[in-house]
């Protein structure tokens, strides 16, 4: 009786150990992303891939460490196979689309954004990356209705009231702009592009002392073409 209960506590151990081992390959893997070493990290999924290679989460993670030596054809890869294994995560969607993005694919990354919203409807970074890809389109106005979704569903991200008000100045409502960047800035005071495009559009208003301070202020936080603009304009 006693062996038996020995021999199990050995067999549950080593189910356990081995298991273990599985997962800290992947812990591995996101621990030398944090560290930024990419390399590394593709070594550690390449070793969770092949114990567990059902695993759509692993993939996924290697596609993001590709993604960073712009190794974007193995990236996409890597989602396929995500996306084969679980094709209903809109994040993977999503994170194809802005991998599609980077190849200039905008028809396969809009498809992609599309997917990723079909399956969660309040996928708020789907609809900013959707966004973006509009305004590279130069429609407008539909940017601006994707970055006000993404800015309902989560008010708190700076980036995307930048692209709103960018995607503003694009249509010439500098007013709307402006608020929009001073709203990007309130929530990030080192944002050196809000800066710059405030003080932009508020030259273009005619509001040149406050547009000129903050053209100084993107200069301060590193928007060193700022200055050419305060040369000309400012003095």
Not at 58 to 68: D, Q, V
Not at 87 to 109: S, V
Not at 192 to 212: H, N, P, R, T, V
Request: glycine share 6%; with cysteine.
């Amino acid at each position: 009786m006693i062996k038996t209960i020995l021999t199990s506590s050995i067999i549950l151990i080593s189910i356990l150990s081995f298991s273990q081992n599985k997962e800290n390959f992947c812990d591995k893997g996101n621990a030398e992303m944090l560290l930024n070493n990419y390399r590394g990290a593709i070594a550690e999924y390449d070793k969770a891939i092949k114990q567990s290679p059902k695993n759509a989460n692993y993939y996924y993670n290697r596609a993001e460490a590709k993604s960073y030596f712009k190794d974007y054809s193995g990236a996409i890869a890597d989602i396929n196979k995500a996306i084969r294994i679980d094709p209903n995560n809109a994040n993977f969607y999503n994170n194809r689309g802005i991998t599609k993005k980077k190849m200039k694919d905008y028809k396969g990354a809009l498809t992609d954004y599309n997917k990723s919203l079909e399956l969660d409807p309040k996928h708020e970074r789907a609809y900013f990356n959707r966004g973006l890809i509009k305004n590279d389109l130069l429609d407008y106005r539909g940017a601006i209705t994707d970055f006000s979704k993404s800015i309902e569903l989560n008010p708190s991200i700076d980036a995307t009231y930048y692209s709103r008000g960018t995607s503003k100045g694009k249509l010439k409502n500098y007013k709307g702009a402006i608020e929009d960047l001073n709203k990007a800035i309130q929530l990030n005071p080192k944002n050196a592009d809000a800066y710059y495009m405030s003080g932009i559009y508020k030259l273009i208003l005619g509001q040149k002392e406050s547009g000129c301070l903050d053209l100084s202020k993107a200069g301060e936080l590193g928007k060193v073409n700022a200055y050419d603009i305060i040369k000309e304009y400012c003095n």
